[in-house]
Structure formats: C-alpha cells, structure tokens
Antibody, heavy 125, light 110 residues
C-alpha cells in the first residue's frame, strides 16, 4: 500500500521560502504512469491545488501560485518536494502531498487516490 | 470563492439518506469527470468517488455519485456517525487549466 509522509520546518518567516518534502513508501516516484501533487488547506477554508509533477519532470501549477512555486522529484530518495517563495501569512495552511495514476483509479490531476496526512506550516515572524 | 459551489453544511440522523451538491460550469463539471473526497481534519483525505460515479473497492456502497450537466451530487445512504466529516468535490477546469475543488461541506450526523 502506497504511503506518503510530508516533512518540513514547523514555521516559516514572511518573505522567505517554504520547503516541504514528501517521502513515498510502498511505491516508486519513478513510476511512468504516476503523478504527484501538492494540495493545501488554509485554516477554516477548503482545499486548494498547488501543483502536480509527473516522473518525466513535466509540471503543472495553479496559475495563482505559478510565479512562486517549484515542484521537483528526487528519485534517489524516492521523494518529491515543494518550494513556495516569498510567502505571506496567506500561505499559512496544512500542506498535503498526494498521488494519482499508477494504473489505479485516477488518471486526471483532480483525482488523487493516496494522500499524506498533511503538515501545518504557519507563516509568521 | 471556490470555482465549484457546495453547501457549507448538511446534516442527517443515523440511517437517513443525505445528498451533497456540487455546482460548476461548462468548463469544469460540464466537460470533465468529478471526484469526491471525505476529509477529517488532521487526517489524510480519502477518495470516495472517481469519474463521476465510480467507487474504490474499499469504499462502502452506501456512497454514490452522480452528475447531470454542470452539477454533481454525492449521496450517502444509511447514514452512520462515522460519516461525520468534510466532503469535497473536485474536477479539472479547462479555462483555468488545472484541478479545482469545491469549498467543502461539513456533514453532521445528529
């Protein structure tokens, strides 16, 4: 069973870069049919898609965040990562990593069959 | 403001049937599959329905999805206390060129 676990700093200062890593177990980030995503949930609000990456390295980002986001894959560590630059208090959220495709139920990037439990990242000085 | 519109809350008593709506437009629900998620804060969201009305094998058949035009619906029959959670619809938006989520519906089992 594929499992995902987010990790990163517990607090980020305004204007700095938020960096998170998602460690994949029970599966491989090198799966040619899988896609890997980041979704966040600000306090008291709904889910917001941040971006998606395929093993090929092709990435898709939320247009509202595109200028500040980089998602990458590290095959040697079986991880994928999120970098969000120039953060403000509005970026405070629980950040989830997620997986779709891989011959499972999902083939569209709005569909993720496996999720991490999420990590809260406050942005505050 | 979410691209997909869901009622902020819904409720029912044990054993009842409840339905949660998700309204969109021709650029999202009207032309792409809809997925539904169940989410308890602090836990990993769970995929309930994919491709409008398909259910993962581990999801009970009490959960069902449907779609008509630019609206979709999640129905839960035989409501149980453990169904109390937040529910989100999601689909791809051709205009925004990315996935979009509804604002979420908090289901309370009375």
């Amino acid at each position: 069973q594929l499992q995902l676990q987010e990790s990163g700093p517990g607090l980020v200062n305004p204007s700095e870069t938020l960096s998170l890593t998602c460690t994949v177990s029970g599966g491989s980030v090198k799966s040619s049919t899988s896609y890997w995503g980041w979704i966040r949930q600000p306090p008291g609000k709904g889910l917001e898609w941040i971006g998606t990456i395929y093993y090929s390295g092709t990435t898709y980002y939320n247009p509202s965040l595109k200028s500040r986001v980089i998602i990458s894959v590290d095959t040697s560590k079986n991880q994928f990562s999120l970098e969000l630059s120039s953060v403000t208090a509005a970026d405070t959220a629980v950040y989830h990593c997620a997986h779709g495709g891989g011959g499972g139920y999902c083939y569209s990037t709005s569909c993720y069959a496996h999720w991490g439990q999420g990590t809260l990242v406050p942005v505050s000085s | 403001q979410s691209v997909l519109t869901q009622p902020p809350s819904a409720s029912g008593t044990p054993g009842q049937r409840v339905a949660i709506s998700c309204s969109g437009s021709s650029s999202n629900i009207g032309s792409n599959f809809v997925n539904w998620y169940q989410h308890l804060p602090g836990t990993a969201p769970k995929l309930l329905i994919y491709r409008d009305n398909q259910r993962p094998s581990e999801v009970p058949d009490r959960f069902s999805g449907s779609k008509s035009g630019t609206s979709a619906s999640l129905a839960i029959s035989g409501l149980r206390s453990e169904d109390e959670a937040d529910y989100y619809c999601a689909t791809y938006d051709d205009s925004l060129r990315g996935p979009v989520f509804g604002g979420g519906t908090k289901l309370t089992v009375l």
